[in-house]
């Protein structure tokens, strides 16, 4: 090497050439420039070399902990798309793995090149702001840094990670609650509780296959959640009443059932007992309510000793131990634990069962930890749900990575980590959106979406040709919007993460504003569809929602928060100039015609029409006693549409005369995404579209991973 040449470390991702160093991709000896932040995502996915990466550790290392929005991330890496032409949905470079991060696809190579020195310079010029040559040592340290990790990381030959998937295969189907399912240790046979009609539960035994299943005990005004112990001969459960509550162990030869501990309903905490590895102790969590002290106890199915194992008073009320299971050796415990000042049960953690000591720890980010199972002694799998949907993950206690691996709705699940399985009662709810003409019968509907998937929040525009909703179909809750004229449906959002709600239409021209919540954050968004581009609304507030354009489109509206306190403010489209309108502990609110505000105030709550001219209010006399579930602040012809009689009636309440119409009765609303903010009614033109749901019946599957 001369002394004006130097090493780059260059990698090899499919066609393109990436010199990290330098911000450079090559494809065909065109070089392009990267920005520094795109280059320091990509090169934190390419060090992984095919693994997945997860959205927190890429904002950890590539914003180095500084605060920034949430779809920071998400336009860096639409951005690398673009750049290397590559597509979400069929994604040949960088892929997003549901739930979870990005991982890339594409083969990765490591290469070694020369290229000329730069020119050495001691100041360089950034916003016509002079930096001087300590910026420079900093670059070349950070330089030097890069290359050593990519050196470490790349030296290897490189491997291209399969994408694992699973089959679904319904093993029970009724029209009761089948919950609880839990393999026996041939595998070969489960046992699940099942509602009955006079809301008794029984427990049940069935063989994986036609044959029907069993019953082996019926406890009264319980809901039982078994577990079979390791032998397979005993099967530990929970009964209960309003309040006291019984930990059992029934032998399924002898069929003697046998009570082994008692304790106050309201103190009981374990959603399913453990059985230790010897079969002879079923382990439960336990929560003492007088000293909020919470532990983990054992009781012998043989002598009925019952006894304290882990002991936790590290965070106060609303704290401590809720989940739990045994590994397969019995060696550890799994817990789940709450952080006492967030009321999130969010943590897991490992002790090991013979001095009591922790010997792991998990934070998980992404929902709160719902139930656990150990796949073998090393590996964790966990269900975690967040306001919009749930999920189950595998947790590595090896290397503390979490990978998300099922897409599902469910609250309890057990695994065969042997044969890649998945048993799960599945209480997942589709739901279809319809039209209810305004000159219908009261039972006329027009279903105008309709897929197995979740479709909710139906918003028509002025033209009552585009239809705005919500829907699940990719994988995640993202924006929708279906042309009525050519039926063609296309996602306009790729979020991947948090909820969408409160859309609303530009009167003018095709645009739409919709808020984003993403842990537990509310940004007020707008997109234009001719171009696409979504862009978020700026504004002085601590947070941003429920934004809508007047009925001419001169004016925006929007609740901003400040201080604790919700506010409706103004913006003058054409001055572009803030004004605040309304000031009270506001819910929602609509401007609608003459300047007028439909207004939901968190009081009781109640709703009043505000006029803006003379700041005067009047009380809408609804005869709904859920008004915070069940409005939805939609006017058209003069009415207030809304959904009353605890969700199960679309009504139509006449602004004038203050009179109340039924316009549908409609036999189960969907209610699951963001019920208490569920604008799931839009009044156009020519009638109202309305999600609607049928109740859910519990199935059981078995799901097996595929390579």
């Not at 330098?22 to 095919?50: F, T, Y």
């Amino acid at each position: 090497m001369t002394s004006d040449e130097q090493y780059y470390q260059t990698i090899k991702m499919g066609q393109w050439i990436i010199i990290p160093d330098r911000n450079i991709i090559k494809l065909n000896d065109e070089e392009s420039q990267l920005s520094p932040k795109a280059m320091k995502v990509l090169a934190i996915l390419l060090e992984a070399k095919g693994n997945t990466v997860s959205r927190d550790e890429l904002f950890d290392r590539a914003w180095g902990g500084v605060v920034t929005s949430e779809d920071a991330l998400t336009r860096v890496i639409s951005d690398l798309r673009k750049t290397f032409a590559d597509t979400s949905r069929a994604p040949n470079y960088i892929a997003t793995v549901k739930k979870s991060g990005y991982r890339i696809v594409a083969d990765i190579e490591l290469l070694t090149t020369t290229s000329p020195l730069p020119a050495k310079k001691h100041t360089y010029i950034v916003n016509n702001e002079i930096r001087w040559s300590t910026r420079l040592i900093a670059l070349l340290v950070a330089v030097m840094s890069i290359t050593v990790i990519f050196y470490n990381n790349f030296f290897t030959a490189p491997s291209k990670v399969s994408t694992s998937t699973y089959s679904e295969k319904k093993i029970l189907f009724s029209d009761s609650d089948e919950i609880n399912p839990s393999f026996d240790p041939s595998r070969t046979q489960f046992v699940f509780s099942k509602k009955q009609n006079d809301g008794s539960y029984n427990l049940y035994t069935k063989t994986i296959g036609p044959q029907t299943e069993q019953v082996l005990i019926s406890m009264p005004g319980s809901q039982l959640k078994p577990r079979i112990s390791p032998n397979g001969e005993e099967v530990s459960f929970i009964s209960r009443n309003k309040r006291q509550c019984w930990i059992h162990s029934f032998n399924k030869l002898t069929r003697v059932n046998k009570k082994l501990a008692v304790c106050n309903s309201n103190n009981f905490r374990s959603t399913s007992p453990s059985w230790n590895n010897s079969s002879d102790e079923i382990y439960f969590t336990f929560l003492d309510n007088e000293t909020q002290i919470a532990e983990l106890r054992k009781v012998n199915i043989f002598t009925k000793e019952l006894s304290t194992v882990i002991t936790d008073d590290s965070n106060g009320p609303f704290s401590g131990f809720l989940f739990q299971d045994i590994s397969p050796d019995g060696k550890l415990v799994a817990l789940s634990l709450a952080d006492g000042k967030k009321m999130l049960f969010n943590q897991i953690k490992v002790y090991r069962l013979q001095d009591k000591t922790e010997v792991f720890s998990y934070y998980h980010s992404s929902g709160r930890v719902n139930s656990l199972n150990w796949g073998n002694n090393s590996s964790l799998f966990f269900l975690a749900d967040t306001a919009a949907e749930k999920g189950i993950w595998q947790l590595d206690i090896s290397n503390n990575k979490a990978n998300f691996e099922l897409n599902v709705s469910t609250d309890y699940f057990d695994v065969d980590h042997e044969n890649n399985t998945i048993l799960l009662s599945s209480d997942y709810v589709s739901s279809n959106i319809y039209f209810i003409p305004f000159i219908s019968n009261h039972k006329e509907t027009i279903q105008v979406v309709n897929s197995k998937f979740r479709d909710l929040l139906p918003t028509i525009n002025n033209s009552n040709s585009l239809l705005a909703f919500v829907s699940d179909r990719s994988g995640s809750f993202e924006l929708w919007v279906k042309n009525l004229n050519t039926d063609s449906e296309t996602q306009i959002t790729n979020f991947e993460n948090g909820a969408i709600f409160d859309l609303a239409w530009n009167p003018n021209q095709p645009e739409l504003a919709f808020t984003h919540q993403f842990k537990s954050k509310n940004r007020l968004f707008t997109v234009n569809l001719q171009d696409m581009q979504i862009n978020a609304f700026e504004n002085k507030g601590e947070e941003a929602q429920y934004g809508h354009w007047d009925p001419q489109g001169k004016n925006f509206y929007w609740l901003q928060l400040n201080q604790k306190k919700w506010s409706l403010m103004k913006r003058d489209m054409s001055t572009h100039l803030d004004s605040l309108i309304y000031d009270q502990l506001l819910i929602r609110a609509l401007v609608i015609e003459n300047n007028q505000v439909v207004i939901l105030e968190d009081l009781k709550p109640t709703i009043y029409l505000f006029d803006i001219g003379t700041g005067k209010k009047r009380k809408l006399e609804l005869a709904e006693e859920k008004l915070f579930n069940a409005v939805s602040l939609q006017v058209n012809n003069n009415s207030l549409y809304y959904l009353g009689n605890n969700l199960q009636s679309l009504l139509a309440f006449d602004l004038s005369t203050n009179d109340i119409k039924l316009m549908s009765s409609i036999p189960y609303l969907h209610s699951h995404y963001h019920k208490e903010r569920n604008s799931s009614v839009s009044a156009g033109k020519q009638g109202v579209y309305i999600a609607s749901s049928k109740k859910p019946d519990r199935d059981i599957s078995l799901y097996t991973k595929s390579k």
